[in-house]
């Protein structure tokens, strides 16, 4: 086995370009399947929502294929946001600001668990969204940051798969049981494609690192 093909083995799957090309094409589907619903049901907030996060996932996975890294960046923030606002729709606007969480705490121990749920991803995309700028942006960085931000994500992954679980026995109609789950795949695409992204980077920081040093040894030797 040769060095750059042991090197691909033990890499991580975020730094293939195939499982990045993989998480935009499942959220670009699983968007399409949302807009369908979402035209359905005439929801303008939905389709704007829909809409614009898909946009922003391809536009961010072709700046990066062709290397324009600042907007990558930029895009990826983007990203967050849209996830922000969707979700502080969600659980301030409709659940909370509405008084629809009545509805489901009478539902029992799945009702409190989808309320639990529907607060605890907004509450990570705040983290996330935050220590993506403080990682991104910051002179130096944040590497603190960076673990927090995983955690995060990976916290919030959990929840997702949670929200699956529950949203199944909640006794919705079928169509509303698709339009939210077509909605947490797109969400978990994303930030999968978020993932694969800032692990680019991190390779690409590294890479370049490593050359720096090499040229700094290669003129000590001189």
């Known amino acids: 086995m040769t060095d750059s093909s042991a090197a691909k083995k033990k890499g991580s799957i975020f730094l ?11 959220a670009v589907a699983a968007s399409l399947g949302s807009l369908i619903f979402g035209f359905k049901d005439g929801n303008s907030f939905a389709i704007f929502g ?3 996060k898909l946009v922003t996932a391809v536009a961010m996975y072709l700046a990066f294929r ?3 890294w600042d907007v990558a ?6 990203i967050l946001f849209c996830m922000l606002y969707q979700e502080a ?18 539902a029992g121990v799945q009702g409190s668990l989808y309320l639990a749920a529907a607060g605890m991803t907004f509450l990570m995309t705040v983290i996330i969204t935050v220590n993506h700028f403080f990682i991104s942006y910051a ?14 994500i990976v916290f919030k992954l959990a929840v997702y798969l949670l929200l699956f679980a529950v949203i199944g026995r909640l006794g919705f109609p079928a169509a509303e ?4 789950a077509l909605q947490y795949v797109t969400d978990i695409a994303l930030l999968l494609l978020l993932v694969s992204t ?16 090499e040229k700094r040894e290669a003129r000590k030797a001189r």
């Open 50 to 52: 829909i809409l614009t």
């Open 89 to 106: 729709h969600l659980a301030l606007g409709e659940l909370w600001g509405e008084q629809d969480f009545d509805a489901y705490l009478t």
């Open 177 to 180: 049981l698709w339009r939210n």
């Open 198 to 213: 800032e692990s680019q980077f991190d390779s690409f920081n590294a890479l370049r690192r490593e050359l720096l040093k």
């Open 66 to 68: 062709f290397y324009k």
């Open 73 to 78: 960046k930029g895009l990826m923030g983007g």
């Open 16 to 26: 293939h370009e195939y499982f990045m090309a993989a998480a935009c094409f499942l």
């Open 139 to 152: 002179s130096h960085g944040n590497p603190k940051n960076v673990i927090l931000n995983r955690i995060a």
